[in-house]
């Protein structure tokens, strides 16, 4: 009898905790005032931003080029040890799209992971990184993808085995992996190194492919940007973008600011794979924000 | 063992190995390895022309889009079925899922770059305008056909 009370005790409390975690990482949305006193978006920083973050690279149809690419109708499909994730539309269409999506509503998806019906979103969407943006960047963002084409294109659901199908998990996910801070800290900074830190670890999320994960799918920040398995598996590795072994030690700053802008290594091999799109992108960035990639990545530690 | 038989081991012994040697230097993968290395080696000879870090010189010019140009009609008939793993290859399976997109990819930097020597750049500012379209094709194929190690 005692036992059985016991148990009894132990399941109310279990479910209790459940239902209190549950609770503290359900979605939360952010005050509606924080997204105030911003202004009329800057469409040209927005362009900019687009290019950093790469959205097209995501969200554009396969192999979609020039005009396509503004396309943002949903794009391939994205494998993960967790299933296999379809990047929805993103367009200014109002119904299948972002169109009707307020600015509280796109920041919040971009810095906190939470849907437009206030779900949480998966992480394949590169929200852990995006956290750190400015919030000016968010409203340049927004108010450069509404003067995108629209497209009436639904993108099929996720395909996620259980328990992965279960949006509520991912506010344990959140709890230990979604933060604002820097990946890592660095002595010295200045201006160009910060503007390098905040363009790699925020809009670029270069780390969530050059960075290993843990099991639960979460950035290994102590190997922060030392090269990873590819994360939509099969063969291939990322590589290490630090001045560690196997690194990029023996390039010099100006090398690695040449090979974002024409694709070429210091030896004259050349980019391959999904860096080619990324290349791509850093290549329509104005030439200080490549300097100053370059300049972050010759400042964080070696792996 | 008397000397007969002695010169005789001798040459069969030198007769494999050079039969070992050749049979490596055709290894399909090693030979593609090098071709890409040759490539790379032509584009940093252009590209170093081009920065200015190099002074121009019609004949680095000459040799090395003409370089450029073999390589790109013989690279991808070097990977026949059996090929596909070994020696470190970083071929992507799809070039053997895809063989007349490789093969058009290929045909595409030949074109580019028989327009270029058929117009030799004169000086710098001409070299350097001719090696980005040039340039391009290479991250257009490794995008989708080499898989980095």
Redo the contacts between chains.
Sequence with gaps: MKLRRLAAAVLVAGAAGLGAFTWITAPARSASDSWQGLGEPDIGNGERVFSEGGCASCHAAPGATDANRLILAGGAPLKSPFGTFHPPNISSDPKAGIGAWSLQEFGDAMLRGVGRSGEHLYPAFPYASYARMTPRDINDLYGYLRTLPSSDNVAPPHELPFPFSLRPLLGAWKFLYLNDAPRVVLANTDAKIERGQYLVEGPGHCGECHTPRTALGGLETAQWLGGAPNPEGG?????NITSGEGGIGDWSAGDIASYLE???TP????????M??V??NMARLPAADREAIAAYLKAVPAH | MNLKTMTAATFLCLGAAAATGVAVAQEPQAARQQMMKDVGRSMGALAGIAKGEKPYDAEVVRVSLATISEVSKTFPDQFPAGSETGAETEASPKIWENPDDFHAKAAQLGKDVDATLAALPGDQAAVAAAIGPIGKNCGACHETYRIKK
């Design positions: 063969q291939g590795r990322v590589p024409t694709g070429f030896d004259y091999d050349s980019v391959g794979g999904t080619v799109a290349q791509k």
